[in-house]
Every structure is written in C-alpha cells, then in structure tokens.
C-alpha cells in the first residue's frame, strides 16, 4: 500500500520489475508482517559479505541474524526455514567457511549446538557467563574471588561495590571482564553465607549506597543437631522401628555411635 502511494506514477509492471531487481542483487529483504509483504533494505555491507550465496543461504543467514546473541538450534533452523537436512547442513557449512556465521555450545544443553552471527559475542544465558569455562562451572575461580573479595573487604572495613569492582579489575584475577553485577553475585554469596554484612546507607553526596562489611556474628557452620546423623537424613520422617528405616539398623548411626562402643559407664 505505501509503494503504491509513493510510485503511484509508475506502473505496476516496471514496479514489480525494479523490486525483482532488487531482491536479486540482495538490495531489499521480503518479509511477511502479518498478512502483508514488508520490503526491507539491506545494508551496503551485508550486500558486499553475502554476494554469491544462494538463496538457502540467505535464508539459513537471516534466521540466525534474527537470533541476536542468544542463537538459534538446528532443529528451529529447519522448522522455520522448510528447508531439508541435507540442505540446511549444506548452507551452515557454507556460511561457516565464510565467517559468516558460528557454532556456540549452550550451558543449558552441551549436546545442543545453537548458530549466530560471526562477529557477536555469546549471551550469558548461553555461556553462562564468567563463572564457566568451556561450558563448565569454574568453582576454583569462584573460590578464589570469594577468598580474594572477603581479605579484601576485612581490610579495608567497609567498602561500597563500585570499589570491590575496582579492586577485582587491578588484581587481575580474572582473563575475563567481570561486570559489577558478577562482582555483586561473589559478595551476595558471602552475604548468604553469614561471613559478610551490608548496610544501605547515605555516601558522601548524600545518596543512598550499599556499604559491606564483616559480619558480627557469622551464622555456624554446624550445629548440635547437624551434627547427628539424624540431622542430615533425607529419610528421617520414614525412619521407625521396624521399618525399612529405623534407628536399630542404621549404618550411619552405628558409625557415628562407634567411638563410644568401649566407654565404661
């Protein structure tokens, strides 16, 4: 309808032959927006990178350039492409040697192999972020930070996140950027865990920030009833004399009982 007003002048045989033209040399997109056709153009760099690709090719490139950084699975290509395995493998494998487009391992699934354009970088929810290292949860880097983190706050006392943050980046501790939200992930978990304390409170220019500071009370690591077998058992309300479970047959607690087998009473 907008072409039609914008060119009414020109007839609908030399408009139908200029925008062939177009999609051939790649210079406009076709989009279905609903139940109307939507012309899009293409940028003068994406015409230069994808000049000699086929039509699967185009296809497969801007179903993973819509993807953004989170990618696209294979198995999502094909439904939405229609197009056969065979064909589909045959246009990833030629937008990979190109430098088009690249493989990513997910987190989430590592036998799920998800696409997305060559010259972006992974989201978090696919890499998982800082915290994992080829698809692994790194649990030695985050011993270290909160180790680092926790000397660091016991030092100086009392320190706000932008100056932990700033700390972590001159250490050097990590081959990665961390953000002030991956900072702020470290120090909630010693939070949690009862070794740090945080207060909101009014800075220098009278705003409100979040101080931290070593806890005054840490919260135990055990306790007298923790420190039974009973304690711990995920079965404790199936134990009953007589049953499957009971005290008279329980390894654990003939273990735990052993030291006192000799004492004299």
């Known amino acids: 309808a907008d072409l039609e007003c914008h060119l009414a002048a020109v007839s609908v045989q030399d408009r139908a032959q200029a925008i062939n033209a177009l999609l051939s040399t790649r210079r406009v997109e076709l989009f279905r927006l609903g139940d109307k056709l939507v012309y899009k153009q293409v940028d003068a760099q994406d015409v230069a990178k994808l000049k000699g690709c086929s039509q699967d090719d185009l296809v497969i490139y801007q179903l993973i350039k819509a993807s953004n950084t989170t990618g696209i699975w294979t198995k999502d290509l094909r439904f939405k492409s229609s197009l056969s395995q065979l064909a589909m493998s045959k246009a990833l494998k030629t937008l990979e040697m190109r430098k088009l487009v690249k493989a990513v391992k997910s987190v989430a699934s590592k036998n799920r192999k998800v696409y997305m354009l060559f010259e ?17 949860f790194d649990a030695a880097f985050v011993d270290v930070l909160r180790d680092h983190t926790l000397k660091f706050i016991k030092h100086k006392s009392r320190v706000t996140l932008e100056e932990l943050c700033e700390f972590v980046s001159c250490t050097g501790m990590s081959k990665v950027e961390l953000r002030p939200d991956d900072v702020l992930q470290v120090v909630n978990t010693l939070v949690f865990d009862g070794l740090v304390d945080s207060v909101e409170e009014p800075n220098q220019d009278n705003d409100e920030e979040v101080f931290y500071f070593m806890a005054t009370l840490e919260i135990p690591s055990a306790g007298p009833f923790t420190a039974i077998p009973c304690g711990v058992c995920p079965v404790l309300h199936e134990c009953k004399e007589g049953g499957v479970v009971s005290p008279s047959t329980c390894a654990y607690y003939k273990e735990w009982l052993a030291p006192c087998a000799n004492l004299e009473w």
């Open 120 to 136: 972006l970088e992974p989201s978090k929810e696919l890499t998982g972020g800082a915290w994992y290292t080829e698809q692994e």
